[in-house]
């Protein structure tokens, strides 16, 4: 059963740092592709980050510059670095894997206040 587990949400000043984890299981996860997303209150759900099994990362417009995906493949685990938090960064963040199918975790809350 795959399992992807996300973790180090919370409640951060503007202009503050956070760096999230996604733990997976019941997969191979070095041939997957993985990115996160996030979603705000009343928003449709958006593309952060993401990295590809080769390692080319993307970027969404917003969080250039501000914001770094990273993986590693021995532990399973996707990290996004989120660097100089603003309040429109405020939403969860949900990680995901993506091969033949795509998998999501539950999701961790992340609340910018300013």
């Known amino acids: 059963q795959v399992q992807l587990v996300e973790s180090g949400g919370g409640m951060v000043q503007a202009g503050g740092s956070l760096r999230l984890s996604c733990a997976a299981s019941g997969l191979v996860f070095s041939i997957h592709n993985v990115a996160w997303y996030r979603q705000a209150p009343g928003k449709q759900r958006e593309l952060v980050a993401g990295?590809?099994?080769?390692?080319?990362?993307n970027y969404a417009d917003s969080v250039k510059g501000r914001f770094t995906i990273s993986r590693d493949n021995a532990k399973n685990t996707v990290y996004l670095q989120m660097n100089s938090l603003k309040p429109e960064d405020t939403g969860v963040y949900y990680c995901t894997l993506r091969r033949w199918n795509t998998y999501w975790g539950q999701g961790t809350q992340v609340t910018v206040s300013s």
């Open positions: 990295i590809a099994v080769g390692g080319s990362r």
